[in-house]
């Protein structure tokens, strides 16, 4: 499942807890917020603090690239 989906289907004391945990490691709340909602990628090192941020919060073990699938648009550049 990819961290859009655990967001839409999370209450709002999840997200909160979610976001917080990801504020705390230096990131501006928009950008967390933008993460969640895969509006932007967040590069690698925050993606495996992302992937510990879930599991901990909604009890999902999901591996990285199951969170943060590359767009189709990525995948067609690189061909």
């Given at each position: 499942?990819?961290?859009?989906?655990?967001?839409?289907s999370?209450?709002?004391?999840?997200?909160?807890?979610?976001?917080?945990?990801?504020?705390?490691?230096?990131?501006?709340?928009?950008?967390?917020?933008?993460?969640?909602?895969?509006?932007?990628?967040p590069?690698?090192?925050?993606?495996?603090?992302?992937?510990?941020?879930?599991?901990?919060?909604?009890?999902i073990?999901?591996?990285?690239?199951?969170?943060f699938?590359?767009s189709?648009?990525?995948?067609?550049?690189?061909?």
């Amino acid at each position: 499942m990819d961290i859009k989906k655990i967001w839409e289907s999370a209450d709002l004391k999840q997200r909160n807890e979610l976001l917080t945990l990801i504020v705390m490691d230096g990131v501006s709340y928009p950008t967390a917020y933008s993460w969640c909602n895969r509006t932007r990628r967040p590069k690698m090192l925050y993606q495996e603090n992302i992937r510990k941020y879930v599991k901990d919060v909604f009890g999902i073990e999901e591996s990285i690239e199951e969170l943060f699938p590359e767009s189709r648009r990525r995948i067609r550049e690189r061909r």
